[in-house]
């Protein structure tokens, strides 16, 4: 930890955790966008091999990879934290 200068209160937040805090949440981002695919090509060899049930295929395939994949696009596309 490093400690303030003194023209920085003593409360001011540490930028470099908050950098370290935002890699982290795009990393996390980044890896839940490689999930969706490998769900949405594990669900299109299924399709290849036999035809999964309905119930399945409504929830598990294609929806639940693009759900998956929006979500850490969303992660993985966040703005650097702003300089105070």
Do not use: C
Request: hydrophobic content about 45%; overall charge positive.
């Amino acid at each position: 930890m490093r400690l303030p200068k003194r023209s920085e209160p003593r409360n001011a937040p540490d930028r470099f955790a908050e950098y370290r805090s935002h890699r982290r949440k795009v990393r996390a981002g980044q890896a839940l966008m490689a999930v969706g695919i490998v769900i949405a090509a594990v669900h299109a060899f299924q399709h290849l091999a036999s035809s999964p049930s309905g119930f399945v295929d409504l929830v598990a395939g294609y929806p639940a990879a693009g759900l998956i994949f929006l979500v850490g696009a969303v992660l993985a596309g966040r703005a650097e934290p702003k300089r105070r």
